[in-house]
């Protein structure tokens, strides 16, 4: 790619994404804020000309429980740790339906999304699956991917892109992504301190590095070529940590952080990719949108200077082995 690319995506999995590590009580404020969150940002995104790939839990492609409950996977995920599974209890919390539980259904959201066609709904798997944690097998993980179609194609939505949950990337799962029409997926950045590991073998140590990356270049730029990989592997640049009050003051090393790499991708013809949860707007949703447009801004200013580009991970993919049909 001899322009530089701009690629955002978002992880949507509202409570899906967390049962085993939050509560309502005490997140729902930040899932609520979503529905807020999403618009505000649809809305930024059309106004400064930028595309973003939804990476969806399939769970959310739902208006009720029954509709929810008649697609479920009959094969699911055996985890060793049984509270990674929404199938093993959680299922029971969720409410008859989209106005009886936000947080769990997001139907009127995929809807709006589809409003703005130059984004892209992707997978983030059904069950917010975990590629990485024991006990589970290739087999579940098929039958995961399996009923993530299903619930997209009620919507009439191709899905042709595909992020790890938790990033828990695994290689030998890349081909049955390929063989169900997945051809981008979002890697990790290429660096040891975002190598997968499962819950189990995360370290304090990585996560206190890769939280000091967040304002001071540890890992490097993080823009990348494209590789020959089928699916293509279009891997993450930074992931866009929401405001905090406590670290408000390192804002701007914050934002210097983003926008030196995406000048290196522009000048380099390299792609950026900038990834986060809707969740993580969905309280000090101001601060985080101002943050946000900022990013925007400079996209625009390398637009105009080095002819930058958005596209969303199916485009790049698409243009690649267009490119490489040979």
Not at 80 to 85: A, E, F, K, M, P
Not at 173 to 201: H, V
Not at 214 to 220: A, K, P, Y
Request: hydrophobic letters at 35%.
């Amino acid at each position: 790619m001899e322009q530089g690319t701009f690629v955002i995506s978002l992880d949507f999995e509202l409570l899906w994404g967390m049962q085993d590590k939050r509560t309502i009580d005490g997140y729902g404020k930040n899932l609520l804020g979503v529905r807020e969150a999403i618009p505000l940002m649809l809305d930024a995104f059309d106004h400064h000309r930028v595309k973003a790939t939804f990476a969806t839990v399939g769970l959310l492609f739902f208006d009720t429980k029954e509709s929810m409950s008649a697609a479920l996977p009959v094969i699911r995920p055996q985890y060793s740790n049984s509270s990674l599974s929404p199938y093993s209890g959680h299922l029971d919390q969720v409410g008859s339906s989209e106005d009886a539980d936000p947080y769990h259904f997001a139907g009127s959201l995929i809807r709006l999304i589809q409003k703005y066609p130059a984004h892209e709904i992707a997978c983030h798997t059904f069950s917010h699956y975990y590629c990485l944690e024991r006990g589970q097998t290739e087999a579940e993980f098929s039958a995961d991917l399996d009923a993530a179609i299903k619930a997209a194609n009620q919507f009439g939505i191709e899905l042709r892109s595909f992020v790890f949950p938790r990033n828990q990337y695994r290689e030998n799962y890349l081909k049955i992504c390929w063989d169900k029409g997945i051809t981008s997926f979002r890697g990790n950045e290429r660096n040891w301190l975002y190598d997968a590991r499962n819950g189990e073998d995360e370290s304090t140590f990585r996560r206190g590095f890769r939280l000091l990356d967040t304002w001071f270049n540890l890992s490097g730029h993080n823009c990348h070529d494209m590789t020959t990989e089928r699916p293509l592997n279009i891997p993450s640049s930074r992931f866009l940590r929401p405001w905090s009050k406590r670290l408000q003051t390192l804002d701007g090393l914050r934002l210097r952080r983003i926008t030196r790499a995406m000048d290196h991708a522009a000048h380099t013809g390299k792609v950026f990719h900038l990834w986060w949860h809707p969740h993580n707007f969905g309280s000090d949703l101001e601060k985080n949108m101002a943050f946000l447009n900022k990013v925007l801004v400079h996209y625009g200013k390398l637009k105009a200077s080095h002819n930058m580009r958005s596209m969303t991970m199916s485009e790049v993919a698409d243009e690649h082995f267009r490119i490489h049909a040979g």
